[in-house]
């Protein structure tokens, strides 16, 4: 943002790239999907990555300008509803199945948890970011929540396949 020239290999760069990466995985599970009220929640958490991604793509020292020209901040309402979704989904305790959860069941379950592992790969280079300047706690927390969530819908996913074969 701003026009600041950084090369590719920039902390920077890499984190909101692991995010558009995130944003495009996430956009197979909406298409996978279809038109379900999942479709229409990671439609939602989408457009929320935009909001990531700006904040990332903006040096910290133009952030209050970022602010200033009308761009929204990560923030702990966005984290709230993705805990909040999660605490819905873990009232189901049949999600949590014995052993490790093999990628793969189902077409949908397979790409969140696409998604979900690019999720942690993004969540990682920010926590990197952080220790190399200031990234916003709250991107923290929210890709946290996400891969959480992401991991969570899967099990749900690849339940009602089996539910419904």
């Not at 946290?144 to 819908?153: P, Q, V």
């Amino acid at each position: 943002m701003y026009g600041r020239r950084v090369p590719k290999t920039d902390a920077r760069v890499d984190a909101y790239g692991c995010v558009d990466e995130l944003n495009s995985a996430l956009g197979l599970v909406r298409a996978t999907a279809g038109a379900t009220p999942l479709a229409e929640q990671i439609l939602s958490i989408q457009k929320e990555l935009v909001t990531v991604m700006g904040e990332l793509a903006t040096a910290p020292q133009d952030l209050a300008r970022y602010r200033k020209d009308g761009y929204a901040l990560t923030t702990a309402a966005m984290v709230d509803r993705l805990t909040a979704s999660i605490d819905e989904l873990e009232q189901d305790k049949t999600l949590y199945g014995k052993g490790w959860a093999m990628p793969g069941n189902t077409a949908l379950g397979a790409a969140l948890d696409l998604a979900r592992t690019v999720c942690r790969r993004a969540e990682r280079r920010v926590a990197a970011l952080e220790v190399s300047e200031h990234a916003q706690a709250e991107i923290l927390r929210y890709l946290n929540r996400l891969s959480d969530l992401c991991w969570l819908l899967a099990r749900f996913a690849e339940k009602e396949s089996t539910a419904s074969s």
